[in-house]
DNA sequence: GGTCAAATATGACTAGAGTCATAGTTTGGC
DNA sequence: GCCAAACTATGACTCTAGTCATATTTGACC
């Protein structure tokens, strides 16, 4: 590796370490970019070569956390278990990366929304953490379909965008609360309400 | 009505219909606070007198609107008409709202999910959209319990939940496409699946 | 180890949201 | 009509994200 790599990852991961702690001691709003770089030994025009905004270091924030997450879901995704208990695995690990840390949680949500409406990136590349919960819950839903454990008359998509629609509300209305109920529980219900059905 | 009272009815509506003019011709960023302020006549502190932020005038906007929509909306929670009509037309007569301008919802769904996060503003007086489709849905569900079109065994708070749900993602999906598909449609089809169950 | 092009760093500068001390207006009581 | 208090308007000012022309560093080649 050259020097001129070296130096890039050392200066991003020293960004990356001194706003992760601001962002701890004093929240993302009231750190200012100038803060991060002074204490980072950077000037503040480098600080905008390696995030294009502020919002940039909070989705790079959220990679990082969402890698580990991802990892464990894949897994999840391997066993062989009833669709209706896949899904619900996935739902709950994603839940309890969240509950891990509920305020970047709450900010992530908000650029996680705001990039899905400007379509950020292709389908493909796109890191966003919605979009890659729907593909996962699309194809755990297909082979269910397979399986027999799901409806074959469902339009598989339409589905996988009900059970993110489900994530989605049920991570805001935990974001709004004062921690008295469980974000993994409630979701855990929620699926099985939607496999059951609510009709009579 | 006092001197007093008018005018500040007055100023309030000029920067109404400046910034909705201006937001109209080269959108909500690209409108400065200063440009309304100068087309309306008024200093620029004048605004913030009216709007504490920028993001407040665009509340406003969404709080006209919803107006409208609310109204027409609980004429369809009076209709008396199977449970699962009623909430699909709720949820239609929204859908046809937000189809009406789309970059206006865009703005302000962003705004409804910050807002949501923060609490802001007690159960009761919040006019939060999606907050007042979740008690309007909760409403219809615990009148189809009793009417046995719904389940007795759900919990209607959680069902209003995965509806409301189904709603925001809904959404976001739309707002994604270039409008090639309906909103309305797609969202139709979601609460039949949900009524029937999608599990075998 | 000198030279040049490409990559990277720099910080003065711009732009726009929001603040606040001050100035001006309205009101109700006399 | 006059006055004090309450309310409202004003715009210079602050604060911060983001830009960009310029300076510095690096790497490849001779």
Same mark, same amino acid.
């Given at each position: 590796?050259?020097?001129?790599?070296?130096?890039?990852?050392?200066?991003?991961?020293?960004?990356?370490?001194?706003?992760?702690?601001?962002?701890?001691?004093?929240?993302?709003?009231?750190?200012?970019?100038?803060?991060?770089?002074?204490?980072?030994?950077?000037?503040?025009?480098?600080?905008?070569? =390696?995030?294009?905004?502020?919002?940039?270091?909070?989705? =790079?924030?959220?990679?990082?956390?969402?890698?580990?997450?991802?990892?464990?879901?894949?897994?999840?995704?391997?066993?062989?278990?009833?669709?209706?208990?896949?899904?619900?695995?996935?739902?709950?690990?994603?839940?309890?990366?969240?509950?891990?840390?509920?305020?970047?949680?709450?900010?992530?949500?908000?650029?996680?929304?705001?990039?899905?409406?400007?379509?950020?990136?292709?389908?493909?590349?796109?890191?966003?953490?919605? =979009?890659?919960?729907?593909?996962?819950?699309?194809?755990?839903?297909?082979?269910?379909?397979?399986?027999?454990?799901?409806?074959?008359?469902?339009?598989?998509?339409?589905?996988?965008?009900?059970?993110?629609?489900?994530?989605? =509300?049920?991570?805001?209305?935990?974001?709004?609360?004062?921690?008295?109920?469980?974000?993994?529980?409630?979701?855990?219900?929620?699926?099985?309400?939607?496999?059951?059905?609510?009709?009579?």
């Amino acid at each position: 590796m050259s020097l001129r790599e070296k130096k890039k990852i050392e200066t991003k991961n020293k960004i990356f370490e001194v706003s992760g702690r601001l962002f701890k001691e004093k929240g993302f709003e009231n750190t200012t970019v100038d803060e991060i770089t002074k204490e980072a030994g950077i000037a503040k025009g480098t600080f905008f070569n =390696y995030f294009s905004t502020k919002e940039a270091l909070l989705l =790079y924030f959220g990679e990082k956390k969402e890698e580990l997450v991802y990892d464990l879901i894949e897994n999840e995704t391997m066993k062989n278990i009833p669709t209706k208990e896949k899904i619900k695995n996935i739902l709950i690990c994603l839940a309890d990366s969240c509950e891990k840390d509920k305020e970047l949680t709450k900010l992530l949500i908000l650029e996680h929304t705001k990039c899905m409406q400007h379509s950020c990136l292709g389908p493909d590349e796109c890191k966003n953490s919605l =979009y890659r919960l729907n593909k996962l819950v699309c194809a755990s839903l297909k082979e269910g379909v397979g399986n027999k454990d799901v409806k074959s008359s469902i339009d598989v998509k339409m589905v996988a965008d009900i059970i993110t629609g489900i994530h989605l =509300y049920s991570l805001i209305v935990w974001l709004k609360s004062d921690g008295e109920i469980s974000f993994s529980n409630s979701i855990s219900e929620k699926i099985d309400m939607l496999f059951e059905g609510i009709g009579n």
